[in-house]
């Protein structure tokens, strides 16, 4: 059974900076590139960008580049989400999903992770 | 960036009711779409994909159709569980979009 789990939410200050994670299990991670999107409260979903965990090739949505770096360990099946310096604009729901291949349907999903950032 | 707008941004229907909501892109994208539900506290399920493509295991009362930049999500026969908020994605042309979504709620 394919699953993402996510890791736990998270609250943090202004400034700081933080790692959020994205389990995978049930099939071969490397095989499937994994996609983030971005839920800000009460909104829409925001494409982030997806990563290739077999060889780290990342693309970004414009929004997002700069602002984030994706990144994925083969080792421990879990890609990752970075934040170098939070901002308050950052507080959000964030889920990972696994992209079907060929293509970037989005048809596996984690549960989400909900960053807090305030100070 | 390719935009898409859904409407309407929240309609009321009843159980039983057969509704159409709409995805507009603001430019040809040929059928390259995806539709998603959302309920509250959940993450998004895909529920059609190249426009008109079920799903495995979504209920046939779902359909999908367009082509080029307008797209339809007709859900034949409303049941209680279908009241969601529901996105269109677009994945002919990086970046990858959303719609802003539209709310079913319960008349």
């Known amino acids: 059974e394919v699953q993402l789990v996510q890791s736990g939410a998270e609250l943090r200050k202004p400034g700081e900076s933080l790692k959020i994670s994205c389990k995978a299990s049930?099939?071969?991670?490397?095989?499937?590139?994994i996609g983030w999107v971005r839920q800000m409260p009460g909104k829409g979903l925001e494409w982030m960008g997806i990563?290739?965990?077999?060889?780290?090739?990342?693309r970004y949505s414009p929004s997002f580049e700069g602002q984030v770096t994706l990144s994925a360990d083969t080792s421990v099946t879990t890609a990752y989400v970075q934040w170098a310096s939070l901002k308050a604009s950052d507080t959000a729901m964030f889920y990972c999903?696994?992209?079907?291949?060929?293509?970037?349907?989005?048809?596996?999903w984690g549960q989400g992770t909900l960053v807090t950032v305030s100070s | 960036a390719i935009q898409l707008t859904q409407s309407p941004s929240s309609l009321s229907a009843s159980v039983g009711d057969r509704v159409t909501l709409t995805c507009r892109a603001s430019q040809g994208i040929g059928s390259a779409i995806a539709w998603y539900q959302q309920k509250p506290g959940k993450p998004p399920k895909l529920l059609i994909f190249e426009a008109s493509n079920l799903e495995s295991g979504v209920p046939s009362r779902f359909s999908g159709s367009g082509s080029w930049a307008d797209f339809t999500l007709t859900i034949s026969g409303l049941q209680p569980e279908d009241f969601a908020t529901y996105y269109c994605q677009q994945f002919n042309s990086d970046p990858v979009t959303f719609g802003q979504g539209t709310k079913l709620e319960i008349k």
């Open positions: 049930g099939y071969n991670f490397a095989n499937y590139w």
């Open positions: 990563i290739n965990p077999r060889d780290s090739d990342t």
């Open positions: 999903a696994r992209l079907r291949h060929p293509g970037i349907l989005m048809e596996y």
